[in-house]
C-alpha cells in the first residue's frame, strides 16, 4: 500500500491516517468539516490536498447512517482500488450498499475494537489500534485483493485481523460495547440529581464503571441506532437480572427468616455469575486473565512520582502487569494499585518500603 485515502477525520479516522503515514503511506484527507481536516494535517495525518489518481485504499471512517452514500460516491467517482468503512455496526451499512446498488466486489465492511472516551482528530494517536482485534466482515463478493489491502492495513496499524460475519458482529458489540455504554451512562445518571455529599465520596469503583459514561451523546446516539435491535434484546435480558436482584433485596429487607434466605441466595447467584462472566474476559495478550495480586502505595500528586515508582519496581526486579490510580476527593494524593504476579508481591512490597513509600494493606 503506498497510498490511501480517509474520509472523516475523527478519532478512528485521523488515527488510521497516522498510523499509516508513520509507516510511508501517503493519506489523502477529506471530512464535510474543513478545520477538522486542518487540525488532522497539523497533526501530521496526511495531507488536504486531493489524489492525483485513485489511491490504493479508501477508509470511510463516518458514522453507520452515513457509510453507505458515502461509499457508493466514492466507487462511482473512482477514488480507490479497494474500499472499507470502519463503522461500529455492520449488517446495516452492508445492506444499505446493497440497496444503492454499491459495488460489493470492491467493498469490504471492518471495525477495528478501540477507542477513547473523546472524539475528533485531536484525540487521535497512531498507536490506537496496537493489539487490539480488528474485525473483518468480508462476504463471497468480496475481492481478494481488497481483503490483502483491508489485512496490510490492519498490519500497518498494529491490530490484530478476526473474520466475522456481520450479523454475529453486530450481536456481539451489542454485548461487549454497546450496552455496556448505555449501563455506564444510566448508573452515571444517578449522580446528576445525587446530594453533593453522596457525590464526594465517590471512590474508585464508581469512576470504573461511569468512565464511558463521558463519551459523545450525538455519536453514540447515532451507534445504537443502528444497532438497536440486538442492544434491547440484551437490555430485556439485564431487566429481567434487575428485577431477581430487586425482589431478592427486598426479601433481605423482611422479617421472614425464609424470605430472607431466599434473598441471600438471589444475591450470591448474580455475583457468582458476574464473577464467572468476568472470568472469561480476556487479560494480557488476550490470554485468559491472570490472578494478579494488587500492591496499593500511597502516591503524591507532584511530577516524576510516577516515574519513580515504576522504577523502583523495575530495580527490583518486578514486571507491572497493570495499574490503576485512586485519587483521593480533596488532597494532593492518591493510591496506585499496582498489579502484579503473586509471586512477586513480598519482593515488591519490601523494596518499596525500604525506599520510603507507604503502603496500604489490602
Same mark, same amino acid.
Not at 486542518?38 to 489524489?51: H, S
Given at each position: 500500500?503506498?497510498?490511501?485515502?480517509?474520509?472523516?477525520?475523527?478519532?478512528?479516522?485521523?488515527?488510521?491516517?497516522?498510523?499509516?503515514?508513520?509507516?510511508? &503511506?501517503?493519506?489523502?484527507?477529506?471530512?464535510?468539516?474543513?478545520?477538522?481536516?486542518?487540525?488532522?494535517?497539523?497533526?501530521?495525518?496526511?495531507?488536504?490536498?486531493?489524489?492525483?489518481?485513485?489511491?490504493?485504499?479508501?477508509?470511510?471512517?463516518?458514522?453507520?447512517?452515513?457509510? *453507505?452514500?458515502?461509499? &457508493?460516491?466514492?466507487?462511482?467517482?473512482?477514488?480507490?482500488?479497494?474500499?472499507?468503512?470502519?463503522?461500529?455496526?455492520?449488517?446495516?451499512?452492508?445492506?444499505?450498499?446493497?440497496?444503492?446498488?454499491?459495488?460489493?466486489?470492491?467493498?469490504?465492511?471492518?471495525?477495528?475494537?478501540?477507542?477513547?472516551?473523546?472524539?475528533?482528530?485531536?484525540?487521535?494517536?497512531?498507536?490506537?489500534?496496537?493489539? =487490539?482485534?480488528?474485525?473483518?466482515?468480508?462476504?463471497?463478493?468480496?475481492?481478494?485483493?481488497?481483503?490483502?489491502?483491508?489485512?496490510?492495513?490492519?498490519?500497518? !496499524?498494529? *491490530?490484530?485481523?478476526?473474520?466475522?460475519?456481520?450479523?454475529?458482529?453486530? =450481536?456481539?458489540?451489542?454485548?461487549?460495547?454497546?450496552?455496556?455504554?448505555?449501563?455506564?451512562?444510566?448508573?452515571?445518571?444517578?449522580?446528576?440529581?445525587?446530594?453533593?455529599?453522596?457525590? =464526594?465520596? !465517590? $471512590?474508585? $469503583?464508581?469512576?470504573?464503571?461511569?468512565?464511558?459514561?463521558?463519551?459523545?451523546?450525538?455519536?453514540?446516539?447515532?451507534?445504537?441506532?443502528?444497532?438497536?435491535?440486538?442492544?434491547?434484546?440484551?437490555?430485556?435480558?439485564?431487566?429481567?437480572?434487575?428485577?431477581?436482584?430487586?425482589?431478592?433485596?427486598?426479601?433481605?429487607?423482611?422479617?421472614?427468616?425464609?424470605?430472607? $434466605?431466599?434473598?441471600?441466595?438471589?444475591?450470591?447467584?448474580?455475583?457468582?455469575?458476574?464473577?464467572? $462472566?468476568?472470568?472469561?474476559?480476556?487479560?494480557?495478550?488476550?490470554?485468559?486473565?491472570?490472578?494478579? =495480586?494488587?500492591?496499593?502505595?500511597?502516591?503524591?500528586?507532584?511530577?516524576?512520582?510516577?516515574?519513580?515508582?515504576?522504577?523502583?519496581?523495575?530495580?527490583?526486579?518486578?514486571?507491572?502487569?497493570?495499574?490503576?490510580?485512586?485519587?483521593?476527593?480533596?488532597?494532593? *494524593?492518591?493510591?496506585?494499585?499496582?498489579?502484579?504476579?503473586?509471586?512477586? &508481591?513480598?519482593?515488591?512490597?519490601? *523494596?518499596?518500603?525500604?525506599?520510603?513509600?507507604?503502603?496500604?494493606?489490602?
Amino acid at each position: 500500500m503506498r497510498t490511501a485515502l480517509v474520509v472523516g477525520t475523527g478519532l478512528i479516522g485521523t488515527s488510521a491516517a497516522l498510523a499509516l503515514v508513520g509507516r510511508g &503511506v501517503r493519506v489523502h484527507l477529506l471530512d464535510q468539516d474543513p478545520e477538522r481536516v486542518r487540525t488532522a494535517t497539523a497533526l501530521g495525518a496526511g495531507t488536504a490536498d486531493k489524489p492525483d489518481g485513485p489511491v490504493d485504499l479508501a477508509i470511510v471512517a463516518v458514522p453507520p447512517a452515513h457509510v *453507505a452514500p458515502i461509499l &457508493v460516491d466514492a466507487q462511482r467517482r473512482g477514488l480507490a482500488r479497494g474500499y472499507i468503512d470502519v463503522a461500529s455496526v455492520k449488517g446495516g451499512p452492508g445492506r444499505a450498499l446493497r440497496d444503492l446498488d454499491g459495488d460489493q466486489v470492491s467493498y469490504l465492511g471492518s471495525h477495528p475494537m478501540s477507542g477513547r472516551e473523546q472524539n475528533g482528530p485531536l484525540a487521535a494517536t497512531a498507536d490506537l489500534f496496537q493489539g =487490539r482485534p480488528w474485525v473483518l466482515t468480508p462476504t463471497v463478493e468480496t475481492d481478494t485483493e481488497v481483503l490483502n489491502l483491508a489485512l496490510e492495513l490492519i498490519a500497518l !496499524c498494529g *491490530a490484530v485481523p478476526v473474520v466475522m460475519d456481520a450479523d454475529a458482529h453486530d =450481536r456481539a458489540v451489542a454485548l461487549v460495547s454497546h450496552t455496556p455504554q448505555l449501563l455506564s451512562s444510566l448508573v452515571a445518571a444517578r449522580l446528576e440529581s445525587a446530594d453533593e455529599t453522596a457525590v =464526594r465520596l !465517590c $471512590g474508585q $469503583g464508581i469512576r470504573d464503571v461511569t468512565r464511558i459514561a463521558a463519551s459523545d451523546p450525538a455519536m453514540w446516539t447515532e451507534i445504537l441506532s443502528a444497532n438497536p435491535g440486538p442492544v434491547a434484546d440484551i437490555l430485556a435480558a439485564v431487566a429481567g437480572d434487575l428485577d431477581e436482584a430487586v425482589r431478592a433485596l427486598r426479601a433481605l429487607d423482611s422479617a421472614d427468616e425464609q424470605k430472607r $434466605g431466599g434473598g441471600v441466595t438471589g444475591i450470591e447467584d448474580v455475583l457468582r455469575r458476574g464473577n464467572a $462472566g468476568r472470568a472469561r474476559v480476556p487479560g494480557k495478550h488476550g490470554q485468559a486473565p491472570a490472578a494478579y =495480586r494488587t500492591v496499593a502505595v500511597l502516591i503524591g500528586d507532584q511530577p516524576g512520582e510516577l516515574a519513580r515508582i515504576f522504577a523502583d519496581a523495575g530495580a527490583a526486579g518486578v514486571n507491572i502487569e497493570d495499574v490503576r490510580i485512586e485519587h483521593a476527593t480533596g488532597q494532593q *494524593a492518591g493510591h496506585i494499585q499496582l498489579m502484579v504476579d503473586p509471586g512477586a &508481591v513480598a519482593v515488591l512490597e519490601a *523494596a518499596l518500603r525500604d525506599r520510603g513509600w507507604s503502603l496500604r494493606q489490602q
